[in-house]
């Protein structure tokens, strides 16, 4: 079976990353992933994926002088190991217009709100201070505008009457592990059968 080559980019923990790396593990996951990069020198991401045998590189925006040249310097990595889909997971940097542009309908992020709701960043602490009765978490295609772009998946969770931010995001990150791998299969199946 030819799998759809994956590049995942992330900053941090990388716990969805490594959701992606255990469903692909399934023998009729329809994408592997090929390439991890992180700007932050120090994501615990980049362990999970050398731990995988995936390759990975550090492209730290502290290297560049603009958005638009560290933008370019993943653009040519990805471009470099014939990627097919881009995946956000965790990854902290605002893109430029140019590269959502050039990756349009080709990069995925996962955001944990029920997307329209609570684009950027301190959701938990939005939804819980909003007196909301659920939160969730949503995979979306990228668009320049941010948490913008149209819906592929989105699940729901309760919010409990004694939820915190640290209860609640504990959840929610469960959530998102469930979501993504789905999410992905989704697309990478749709992407096989054009
Ligand atoms: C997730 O909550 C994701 O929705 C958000 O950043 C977090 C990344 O967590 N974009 P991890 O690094 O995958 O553990």
Not at 27 to 54: C, K
Not at 73 to 84: P, T
Not at 120 to 130: D, K, P, S
Not at 135 to 161: F, K, N, R, Y
Request: charged share 20%; proline share 4%.
């Amino acid at each position: 079976m030819q799998r759809l080559r994956i590049a995942v980019l992330i900053s941090g923990a990388g716990s969805n990353l490594q959701a992606l790396i255990d469903a692909a593990r399934e023998q009729d996951y329809p994408a592997e992933i090929t390439l991890v990069i992180s700007n932050n020198p120090d994501a615990f991401g980049l362990t999970r994926a050398r731990d995988a045998g995936i390759e990975t590189l550090v492209i730290a925006h502290t290297d560049y002088p603009s958005r638009e040249a560290f933008d370019n310097a993943i653009h040519a990595a990805i471009l470099l190991r014939n990627i097919e889909l881009i995946c956000l997971a965790g990854f902290m940097r605002v893109l430029s217009e140019d590269f959502v542009t050039a990756w349009r309908g080709r990069l995925l992020n996962i955001h944990p709100s029920l997307l329209p709701k609570y684009k950027g960043l301190n959701t938990h602490a939005r939804a819980l201070e909003a007196g909301d009765t659920e939160h969730g978490a949503t995979v979306h295609w990228v668009t320049p505008e941010l948490d913008s772009g149209e819906i592929i998946l989105q699940q729901a969770v309760a919010i409990l009457p004694n939820d915190d931010v640290a209860s609640l995001k504990i959840r929610i990150h469960a959530l998102e592990h469930l979501l993504y791998p789905q999410a992905l299969r989704k697309v990478a199946l749709e992407f096989k059968s054009n």
